[in-house]
């Protein structure tokens, strides 16, 4: 209750820093707005935002065979971008993470790419190691896949998004503070599937916050389809341009 | 829903209005916003809940308000000799004079007391029983337009009279140990101050530990027009400084967060307390007690909820608190830092640190100034531009000072030996402080007069300012909105001047005994006819210049001047510089040497014109202001009997103003048989029976009457004679000592006449 009344998640808007008085939103019109009318030229693969637009595939995708298929990436990683991914993921905000995916899934809509994530069985969030989550509290991958869902008609959302099937058992070394090379590094062996069984001929989304050189995606989708999944595709609410 | 505390303080706010002023659209604005809160929730508990939460808070606060009105209405005969009290506030010690608020134990009421230092042996203390006797009296209303209303103003400390006391003595002293020890520590910090330190720089120590404003007037004033004095009432800025000294103390101990809490909250309260629970340290303390808490339960602090939840608790306390200029300066600086400064702080990346904090210092107290600039306009008709500057270099000071404070006090108290150098340190900061301060007060430009501003002007700023900070810039449907609405509101704002320009305004300031009369004409002009005068108060500045500035009247097109007795003229040397004045018009039957303020005003640039009968001043086709008195070829006799007599024409209806003319000057009028009839009469010299005689009267024959005089005046002026003349011939009259300042409005034809007070 005093949490609803009192103590609010969204009384600023993370990026212009307006205060949101009635909106139920986490940003504010004027900043949601300007989002939207970024157009993206993304790589054809992973989805991430290229700049040179004579280009259909980023170096990444050209350069290292990724594991998962196809990549679908909300938004580039600009300055506004860069705030709300801060506080998804320091700043206490669950509510931001559910609100992010409810922005990506928004964006699907408009570019009538809701194809990409409507055919899958299962949507899986890029999971914490257990001492991140108790951390942290939550899982901000996670609950921009519930964020995400929540659009969807409810019944086909309930159980859709499981979490606790590919999980994280080894403590890693924050990516951000390792080059490329580390960061492949780093990943290897941090992710491991409990129950195999669900995920074998199943079409699947693998869903992360921000994708900086996929290296994590990628390992995540290597466990997946070696546990015997169908298709891994992947998901992020930004990605760091090429 | 998630703003449930904006919408419920509005609701308050409009509850108490609605009771207060009994303007029945209030009640519609309510329901305006009652609708939209409705509207903005999201399912049915939501709506139960406000439903409850609106309906209980507004009945609430009506009740409370009908309340401390009915209290503060009620008359009660207190010819009793002695009345026995309890103290319910800390004593404020001037230098002669000692304030204590009270409440009568038998019936409850509560009395502001104005004590001698010679009448009673012993200081009292909080909650000490008291016996008093004296005169009792209401406190008084507002009397002139813009004027301070002392009723009101004691309405939100919840007192119903003021005594002047002639004997008082303490019978018993207070046992709660709570209290006690809280007061007993009180007094013995303020005794450590007082042995430590002079004059002025201990009165300013008391100002910034306790926010008791007791300093000299000439202080006071620098302090004030310097735009400083936030930092002699305790506010948000001292709960603030402490909050971050005791932030800094605690991390470095590394203290859990829920000691902390506990240890700030105790102290807070204990300081609250101290400084006698202001509306501004209250304010504040409660703040930081939430941010706190949101601090251990990882919930999100939301500033502008905060800000809205203390203001209903203010509101449930006393709703008069929301017409205090402290209440609205001390919500409203905070309000804008929430809404505004983040906002434009984030817009600037600066990375050496000390320019950055300097730079953001600077925008802090802009976007305060900015967004008070109507409270102070409406509340001082003054604002201080230089502030924004001295601000940065002397809240700082102030924090130092602050914290000294509180660690010499301690210190002197624990280690006698070690007060000397300490407070030796504390005056020398308390001496930059105000070496700065005179300095930025001797500027140019320190302190400029400004104008009221008319509530829908006001609603019209505010609007703006959001909107230009980026609010309500809606970019669907709604894209037109904000501009057409400020389109209409401008429209109202010149239809509504368009309208009221049409009538002529006359009022007879109440400047206590004495005569000052503004006629407000069409087209903006104004004329002022004497400026009052009193020996031991500036009048002039106090009553009509302030009237001038809350009316909006940039430029007086006309003085007259009757004649040189102060109780007329001193006004207007305190007007002569202050503000702009085209023309100056005197009799021409006094000496010159009469006039002390000539040279000043040659060099105004005022045009001087010496007048006597015949005189025509012109203002559109219908209005002219005719002088009939004296008459030409007339020799002086003495001052009075050389007053500048007018006569006022506006279509039918006509006014004469008579000065201090006596029967000498009335008889030559009506020998001279000029047109003299008039709608209104100024009373001659205030009253007086040695003017007024009837064969004059009979020859005005006026409908209404008004008398300018001073409450218990040493002449005895107004004559019952007078009185009762004008009661034979059925001639309606107002005094100023009875009804305040007194206002006719014509349109030629008919008049309306409207009251200050009513006692």
Same mark, same amino acid.
């Given at each position: ?14 990026? @212009? ?13 004027? @900043? ?13 693969? @992973?989805?991430?935002?290229?700049? *040179? ?7 990444? @995708? ?17 300055? !506004?971008? !860069? ?81 606790? *099937? ?18 492949? !590094? ?5 992710? !491991? ?37 169908? *298709? ?11 | 829903?998630?703003?449930?505390? $904006? ?48 309906? $209980?808070?507004?009945?609430? %606060? ?8 009915? &209290? ?223 601090? %251990? ?46 906002? %434009? ?30 409270? =102070? ?52 900061? %308390? ?124 430029? =007086?097109?006309? $003085? ?16 002569? #510089? ?6 100056? $018009? ?46 030409? #070829? ?42 003299? &009839? ?61 009804? #305040? ?19």
């Amino acid at each position: 209750m005093i949490e609803k009344i009192l103590f609010i998640e969204n009384g600023y808007c993370p990026t @212009c820093k307006r205060v949101l008085f009635f909106t139920e939103d986490h940003m504010c019109q004027k @900043c949601l707005e300007s989002l939207e009318a970024i157009r993206l030229n993304r790589c054809l693969k @992973c989805g991430r935002e290229i700049l *040179n637009p004579g280009i259909r595939a980023c170096r990444d @995708c050209i350069s290292m065979e990724y594991k998962f298929n196809r990549g679908f990436s909300a938004y580039g990683y600009d300055h !506004k971008i !860069k705030d709300i991914i801060y506080l998804m993921k320091f700043g206490n905000r669950p509510g931001l993470c559910r609100f992010a995916g409810k922005m990506t899934y928004r964006k699907l809509e408009k570019e009538n790419r809701l194809g990409f994530i409507e055919d899958k069985d299962l949507i899986i969030p890029v999971p914490l190691s257990k001492a991140g989550l108790n951390e942290r509290g939550y899982n901000q991958s996670e609950l921009l896949a519930l964020g995400l869902t929540s659009q969807w008609n409810v019944s086909e959302a309930a159980n859709i998004v499981h979490s606790n *099937n590919l999980i994280k058992i080894k403590e890693t070394a924050h990516q951000r503070d390792l080059n490329r090379r580390e960061r492949l !590094k780093n990943v290897v062996g941090a992710f !491991k599937i409990t129950d195999p069984e669900k995920i074998r001929g199943q079409n699947i989304l693998l869903v992360d916050d921000v994708m900086t050189t996929g290296s994590t995606l990628n390992e995540c989708s290597n466990v997946l389809m070696g546990a015997g999944a169908k *298709n891994v595709d992947i998901l992020v609410f930004a990605s760091v341009d090429d | 829903m998630r703003r449930m505390f $904006v919408f419920l303080f509005i609701e308050g706010l409009l509850m108490f209005l609605l009771v207060s002023c009994e303007k029945l659209y209030f009640i519609l604005l309510w329901a305006i916003v009652f609708g939209l809160q409705l509207a903005l929730s999201k399912n049915k508990e939501e709506i139960k809940l406000i439903l409850v939460a609106a309906l $209980v808070f507004s009945l609430s %606060i009506s009740i409370r308000t009908a309340k401390i009105d009915a &209290q503060a209405a009620d008359y009660r005969d207190y010819s009793e000799s002695e009345i026995f009290c309890t103290v319910i506030s800390f004593p404020k010690i001037n230098n002669e004079e000692i304030v204590v608020d009270l409440k009568n134990i038998n019936d409850k009421t509560t009395l502001r007391c104005y004590l001698d230092r010679e009448v009673i042996e012993k200081i009292p203390g909080f909650g000490d029983k008291i016996l008093v006797s004296g005169n009792v009296k209401k406190p008084p209303e507002k009397r002139n337009p813009g004027g301070f209303d002392y009723r009101l103003y004691l309405k939100a400390y919840n007192i119903d009279y003021l005594i002047y006391a002639e004997a008082a003595s303490v019978l018993e002293e207070q046992s709660n140990f709570a209290i006690k020890s809280i007061s007993d520590l009180r007094e013995r910090i303020i005794r450590v101050l007082d042995s430590n330190l002079e004059e002025n720089e201990r009165d300013f120590a008391k100002g910034i530990l306790f926010g008791e404003k007791n300093l000299s007037d000439e202080y006071e004033d620098m302090f004030v027009k310097a735009g400083i004095s936030h930092i002699l009432a305790v506010s948000g800025l001292h709960v603030g400084i402490i909050y971050s000294f005791f932030y800094t103390v605690f991390t470095c101990l590394k203290v859990s967060v829920k000691v902390q809490f506990a240890v700030l909250s105790i102290f807070l309260i204990f300081y609250s307390c101290m400084c006698g629970l202001s509306v501004s340290v209250v304010r504040a303390s409660l703040m930081v007690l939430i941010n706190m808490y949101s601090r %251990i339960t990882k919930y999100h602090y939301d500033p502008i909820n905060a800000i809205f939840l203390v203001g209903c608790i203010n509101l449930c306390i006393n709703p008069y608190k929301a017409t205090m200029v402290s209440f609205l300066l001390s919500y409203g600086a905070v309000f804008s830092i929430s809404v505004f400064y983040p906002l %434009i702080a984030g817009k600037f990346k600066i990375k050496n640190f000390i320019i950055k904090n300097v730079f953001l210092g600077l925008i802090l107290t802009i976007t305060i100034q900015i967004f008070t600039y109507p409270i =102070l306009a409406c509340n001082f008709n003054g604002i201080s531009p230089l502030s924004i500057i001295l601000n940065i270099l002397a809240v700082p000071l102030a924090g130092v000072l602050l914290i000294a404070l509180i660690i010499g006090v301690f210190l002197a108290a624990l280690a006698p030996f070690s007060a000397d150098m300490v407070f030796g340190c504390l005056s020398m900061i %308390i001496d930059l402080i105000f070496i700065l301060t005179k300095y930025f007060y001797d500027l140019p430009f320190s302190y400029i007069r400004v104008f009221s501003l008319e509530p829908l002007i006001i609603l019209m700023y505010y609007m703006f300012l959001f909107y230009v900070f980026g609010y309500f810039q809606f970019e669907n449907k709604y894209k037109n909105l904000m501009p057409i609405l400020f389109a209409a509101m401008f429209m109202c704002v010149l239809i509504g001047n368009h309208f009221n320009d049409k009538s002529l305004k006359v009022t007879f300031f109440d400047v206590g005994q004495g005569d000052s009369v503004l006629i407000e004409m069409p087209g903006n002009i104004d004329v002022l006819i004497d400026g009052g005068g009193n020996l031991n108060k500036n009048v002039g500045e106090d009553v009509v210049l302030k009237a001038l500035l809350h009316k909006g009247i940039s430029d =007086l097109d006309l $003085v007259i001047l009757t004649h040189t007795h102060f109780d007329h003229s001193k006004g207007i040397q305190e007007l002569i #510089g202050n503000h702009k004045i085209k023309r100056l $018009v005197l009799n021409n039957l006094e000496d010159e040497k009469d006039f002390s303020f000539l040279e000043e005003a040659t060099k105004m640039k005022i045009d001087l014109i010496k007048s006597e009968e015949g005189d025509i001043f012109r203002f559109g086709k219908q209005i002219s202001l005719e002088v009939i008195y004296p008459l030409i #070829g007339d020799e002086y006799v003495d001052s009075n009997n050389s007053s500048l007599v007018t006569r006022l024409v506006y279509d039918q209806i006509s006014f004469i103003f008579t000065g201090d003319i006596e029967e000498y000057g009335e008889r030559k009028i009506i020998e001279r048989n000029n047109e003299i &009839q008039s709608t209104i009469l100024k009373v001659a010299h205030h009253g007086s029976d040695s003017s007024t005689s009837e064969a004059f009267l009979d020859s005005i024959d006026p409908k209404m009457a008004v008398i300018s005089v001073g409450e218990n005046n040493r002449y005895a002026h107004p004559a019952d004679k007078t009185l009762e003349l004008m009661s034979n011939k059925g001639i309606k009259y107002y005094r100023t000592d009875l009804n #305040g300042a007194v206002m006719i409005e014509t349109d030629g034809k008919k008049i309306w006449t409207e009251i200050t007070c009513e006692e």
